[in-house]
């Protein structure tokens, strides 16, 4: 919670219109806030004063937040909108980093960042004209744009590393937007059906003999669908640092996603060590979310030891997530640092384990890519499908195939190039 500040009010207040107003930052903010909540948080104060600060606070707060994960986004956009005097300020250096003020004294906390966004709602700092006299002749050029490519779809397909600040912020929205769907996988349990081709004896038996053993039908069965794990290991090393923190993004919309497919989300990341981070994706907000995995990996830009690494997962933690048929989402460049040779070895173990293992990889956006680098030629060959994951869109082109055991990527074409 926020600290108390003067909170000074104009003589002819409108406090409904500013209760209004700071409900639809806190939706825009991703708080599930509708008419109705507003209204009542108007009520609500209205019955309760506005004499004290903190029965204010409180008053808002049993309005508009229902859940834990929404306190974080709640806290800084009240202190934001009604206690900082230089919210303004504060919002600006949040959302431009090269301004210098208050981003300098402190730290960014969890979903300040985004609380400035939602106040702020896209709008930028407006630049002063040069005065008439400093301006030059211009030429106007008009250009046909007709054919040219939308800045959304330009967007989809520029590398995250190329990404300025507002077209990480645009893309981080459209990666939450992404899903990852998977097909479900047919066991040998069996459901009650209709239309199924087996027949269900016990079920067929049991309803006989409560008609006197006098068998009318056959009950029909087909087997009960299962959902796979979705077991994911992202490089975080110096050279993956900016396309681990998307890709890190994306599955946080996919671990909290209902009703995507999954069994469970299994998260690790590794640089020089291996570090487990699933119980921070399960929460909600994704800021706090980031915010824990980072100080979880300590490695986090630092070198890589892919091999070690991948030892460590197999050793300690393949039995108790690859059940079930896992798919496995390996995120790296392959440029691994290790020399004892191990690689190609755990690799083809953690092949075995899993029902498909996609392998992403930021340098396959290359068009001159070959696999030269030893780290790579010993992983290429224990994968089921290598493909590019530098962009919104080969994340999006991911969720399409997933679910294809036929789809190869670029697997089949790099390894002729080795021959």
Known sequence: MPEYLPLELPENPKLANNITHFARALRRAGLPIGPGRIIDAIRAVEAAGFTEKRDFYWTLHACFVNRPEHRATFNQIFRLYWRDPRYLEHMMSMMLPAVRGVQE?????????????????????????????????ETVIEVDASL?????????????????TAEIAAAKKMLAQLRLPVK???????????????????????ASMR?????????????????????????????MSQYSRMVLHFLHAVANEKGAGWAKVHAFTFGTRLT??????????????????????????????????????????????MGQGAVVLLITDGLDRDTDGLLAKE??????????????????????????????????PHVDSFRAGHSVQSLADLAAVISRPDDAGEKLRLLNALE
């Not at 040219?148 to 300025?164: V, Y």
């Not at 459901?191 to 081709?197: D, F, H, K, P, Y």
Request: glycine residues 6%; positive net charge.
């Open 105 to 137: 004294d402190k730290i960014a906390e969890a979903a300040e960042k985004r609380a400035a966004e939602a106040l702020l709602d896209g709008k930028a700092p407006e630049m002063p004209e040069p005065p008439e006299t400093e301006r030059e002749e």
């Open 148 to 164: 040219t490519m939308s800045a959304e779809e330009k967007l989809r397909r520029l590398d995250f590393e190329q990404m300025s």
């Open 184 to 206: 479900p996988i047919p066991s040998r349990r069996g459901m009650a059906s209709l239309t199924g081709r087996q027949t269900d004896w016990r079920r067929t038996i049991r």
């Open 211 to 239: 008609q006197g053993g006098e068998m009318r039908s056959l009950a029909r069965k087909t087997p009960r669908p299962r959902w796979p794990n979705l077991v994911v290991l992202c490089d975080i090393s110096g050279s």
């Open 276 to 321: 487990n981070i699933t119980r921070h994706l399960a929460t909600r907000d994704v800021d706090a979310a980031l915010k824990a995995a980072g100080a979880e990996a300590q490695d986090w830009e630092g070198g890589t030891r892919i091999a070690s690494s991948l030892h460590a997962f197999n050793r300690d933690w393949s039995r108790r997530v």
């Open 347 to 380: 690799m083809e173990r953690l092949h075995l384990s899993a029902r498909r293992l996609i392998w992403l990889n930021p340098l396959l956006r290359w068009d001159g890519f070959a696999p030269k680098a030893t780290g790579i030629r010993a992983m290429l």
